[in-house]
């Protein structure tokens, strides 16, 4: 089942509730590794980010807007799983509207993606570089982000083929929603609201991942006590790519069946 509004939502499996929402650059297709197992447990919510995929752009873009528009197609009470960007969409709509997220998951993502001096991240100018890409050669610059994202884990040439193969079929994003996102990415900054955080968490990292490095765990977790940590060892950005198995035993064991 399809819901088509302005945020295109696709409904797959049985169970208790649970939201996926994909990362920078792709759309819910990314998704596809983990889908059988996880639709076996969960009625899963599959839903490309506004701009991405098949749901149309928004005029304006700011966390506040992503949210809106993806509550009008979720469900009133479900959770929440949110990969990179998505971590970051999640993660706000966990904190501004706890009503609506039961629990919440975060993939590979951060209260705060660039470094300082007292944050671990990475540098300003990755976000700054890529775009410039996007402005030169949209297409070429997606290639080296999904590069980048399988890099330095022992299946990064098989994850970032596959990776490839799952997009090839779908509808490039929208260049504005691209822009608005790598601003999200290097702009936003959630750590003093998600150190308030009421719903239960779980974080999970990649040990290879060069977006989001591994003392990005030990910081979240002394910003919010009651979180829940776990690290993928096989892993960099995408452990639902390389560890499809663990990722979802790890969402099984927190959400319960």
């Known amino acids: 089942m399809s819901i088509d509004q302005k945020v295109h939502c696709t409904v797959v499996g049985q169970g208790p509730n649970l939201v ?16 059988e197992k996880l639709s076996q447990y969960y009625c899963l919510y599959l839903v ?15 966390l506040e807007s992503i949210r809106d528009a993806i509550l009008q197609v979720v ?10 960007l998505g971590g ?3 993660t706000y709509t966990a904190i501004t509207h706890s009503n609506r997220v ?29 775009l410039l890409g996007l402005q030169s050669n949209q297409k070429k610059t997606l290639t080296r982000f999904i590069a980048l ?10 994850d970032s083929s596959t990776f490839k193969s799952l997009l090839a079929e779908t509808q490039p994003a929208d260049t504005e ?4 996102g790598l601003k999200l990415l290097s702009e936003t900054d959630l750590r003093n609201s998600f150190a308030t955080l009421s719903v239960p968490c779980l974080s999970l990292f990649g040990q290879f991942d060069s ?30 790519m390389s560890e499809g198995d663990v990722f979802v035993q790890y969402l099984v064991e927190f959400i319960g069946g």
């Open 177 to 180: 929603a691209l822009i608005a």
């Open 149 to 158: 994202q399988a890099m330095g884990c022992a299946t990064a040439r098989k």
């Open 20 to 35: 996926l929402l994909h990362g920078w650059g792709v759309n819910s297709a990314v998704w596809q590794p983990v889908i």
């Open 211 to 240: 977006l989001v490095p591994q003392q990005v765990a030990q910081e979240m977790a002394r910003l919010l006590a009651h979180s829940q940590t776990q690290l993928f060892e096989n892993s960099s950005h995408a452990p639902f």
């Open 102 to 130: 039961d629990k919440l998951i975060q993939v590979s993502s951060s209260v705060k993606f660039v470094a300082d001096d007292l944050w671990p991240g990475v540098e300003r100018s990755v976000f700054d570089n890529f």
């Open 88 to 90: 970051l969409i999640a």
């Open 48 to 62: 490309d980010l506004p701009g991405f995929g098949k749901s149309a752009p928004l005029v304006s873009y700011s």
């Open 75 to 84: 469900p009133e009470s479900a959770t929440w799983c949110g990969w990179s």
